[in-house]
């Protein structure tokens, strides 16, 4: 099957320059490039790779990673999990606690016909994903997930994991999957002493850690920290963005989306004011200046942005700017952008193949 | 008409506890208040009520500002403008440049069947705007936009909005219909000189102006600066949000709108995870610290977010929340909130009335 039978393309002719804007523009050479590499990493070190669907929310290229390889998917909330259900995706992982009467029913339903995978990291949660695992009939697989340095989720120690392991066991409806951590960006070292020990707590206890998964694009080159590690979830290298480009995780020509915006007015010599904004760009900055770069005019920086106006900084490059002139911007954080748009339009090199809608756009957690 | 009857609502039971998590939650009664004490102020002083719709993307809303003494409604993008068209709304102004083929005939399409005027702010999207008053067959009304300090689109002097007004009056397809700025916080009494003397010039020059149109939420209550202002353009007043109340322009409990969300994880005693992230509450800062606050806690902040994760400070009053408990979350800027969600649920104090498609969201420009 070939990349674009995954897809159902909407024309919108064949030219960049006729498309609407704003609008995310895909290249598609740059996404088969940006899966291949990843899988062919994974496989050579002996990883299983669970790509993050968050990141593109496409149906069509969740199936495509599986078929080059992928063991499975991440999902990061029920909706998105619902969406990939319905196009007959079953071997999903949820990182993200699922709390609450209606997330429990909806996740007791996706269990019924998926072999969802979902996380705890506390004890108050246990009862609710015993009574979903109940309603489905069959035990779900929950992994515990565990705060290796980014505090954010996750049990503080190995023996709260080794605590919570156990109780995930010996709850009715439920079975214990293993370990799942976000590494924060430079700590996977030390995500795998503390994932290592609750491994070793866990055996000595008698309870099989099947999978130790970690995530993160920023990291996904490096080998330190692996060993014993079984699965990894990454979800923007798919994509890339200009984050990872500062951290030199890739370079700008494996940025796979860029932001197409027209040029709309040229008020002052230091400014061009563009149609892109914050509801087109995001406010997301991870550290950097600016709300994303052109950088085919010298990373020329879009320096501030209202809700549908992006002011890029024309003091270099984009001085030459004109009305009506297109720029595509490397956003800062990609995968925020994907869910401000019903659609995205793939393209290959200059030529224009259609509009894709964001089948998981924007859906309730 | 009561202002339920301006809304299609779908039933989500009646308990602020049984909605799903995160969604906006927008207090009516607080939305007719915040309506009421706007309209009378506009009234009070003779200036005409323009509400920006941007705010809060809906239809029923937008008619029922209509009727309660607005003019008419300001839109950002053509999408909106259409969406508000197919719903009967004619009288709008589209405060953003028009630019490019798609853009100009879907405007055209707009000027068949509504009066919708337009801004201009440089000679080479004239051309242009032109075709499309010629495609309608009837003048499009076009204002000056005015860069009265806000640094962000407008011509630069009263001089070039003079030479702009010329070219407007003399091409086909348009008439000139007045001047429009955005003014900067705090920048509305220079904003005032920049207009008068336009204005002084253009009524020299023969050339009427009918409307002066100043917009901006911040600074909605004071009196500087608005003789010779015919018009004010007001979006977020709707709902309000943190950044007007760190302004001094409204009271917490003029908030309309917050985000509703569940605590779905509590790994450490100074913070409790939410399950509403950049997502939810978007990464809009405006200069202020944290993601949003939970006023009812003391205003714990929300000190930082991924996607799907918000972590709420659990230092001061929300150290007592557990697993389970919702917060509800005053936005930083809640415009580009409404823009994330598909649906808001409206209440009224603590009942909930039923959910709202969010009709204009995410639209293409």
């Excluded at 199936?63 to 390889?69: I, M, N, R, S, V």
């Excluded at 297109?326 to 793939?346: A, G, K, Q, Y």
């Amino acid at each position: 099957m070939q990349f674009l039978d995954y897809f159902k393309l909407r024309p919108v002719g064949h030219r960049i320059e006729d498309l609407e804007t704003p609008t995310p523009v895909i290249d598609i050479n740059v996404v088969m490039n940006n899966t291949h590499r990843w899988q062919d990493r994974c496989d050579r070190i002996g990883i299983a790779n669970r790509p993050h669907i968050k990141t593109h929310k496409l149906v069509g290229l969740a199936k495509y990673q599986l078929d080059q390889g992928s063991k499975g998917i991440t999902v990061q909330k029920l909706g998105e999990a619902e969406v990939m259900a319905d196009a007959g995706i079953t071997d999903m992982l949820l990182t993200f606690n699922v709390v609450g009467r209606h997330k429990l029913e909806r996740l007791a339903s996706l269990a019924r016909r998926t072999d969802i995978a979902v996380v705890a990291d506390n004890l108050d949660m246990l009862e609710g994903l015993s009574w979903a695992g109940e309603q489905a009939q069959r035990k779900i697989k929950v992994l515990v997930e565990c705060d290796t340095g980014a505090a954010r989720n996750g049990v503080q120690s190995p023996e709260d994991a080794l605590n919570l392991a156990k109780h995930i066991d010996k709850a009715t409806g439920l079975s214990f999957g293993g370990f799942m951590t976000y590494a924060g960006v430079g700590q996977r070292i030390q995500g795998q002493t503390f994932l290592m020990t609750a491994k070793d707590l866990c055996t000595k206890a008698g309870l099989s850690v099947e999978t130790i998964t970690t995530g993160g694009s920023p990291d996904m080159w490096k080998d330190d920290g692996l060993e014993g590690i079984t699965e990894y979830r990454a979800g923007t290298y798919i994509y890339f963005d200009r984050s990872l480009v500062v951290r030199n995780t890739c370079d700008w020509s494996d940025c796979a989306l860029t932001v197409l915006s027209t040029v709309v007015s040229r008020p002052a010599a230091n400014r061009a004011m563009i149609d892109a904004g914050t509801k087109a760009l995001t406010s997301d900055m991870l550290g950097m200046e600016g709300y994303g770069v052109v950088h085919e005019l010298g990373d020329a920086k879009i320096y501030a942005a209202n809700e549908e106006h992006g002011y890029v900084d024309a003091t270099g490059k984009a001085g030459a700017l004109r009305v009506g002139n297109l720029v595509r911007i490397t956003p800062n954080h990609v995968c925020p952008v994907s869910n401000l748009f019903d659609e995205v339009v793939f393209v290959q090199g200059e030529t224009v193949l259609g509009a894709v809608k964001v089948d998981a756009r924007g859906l309730v957690q």
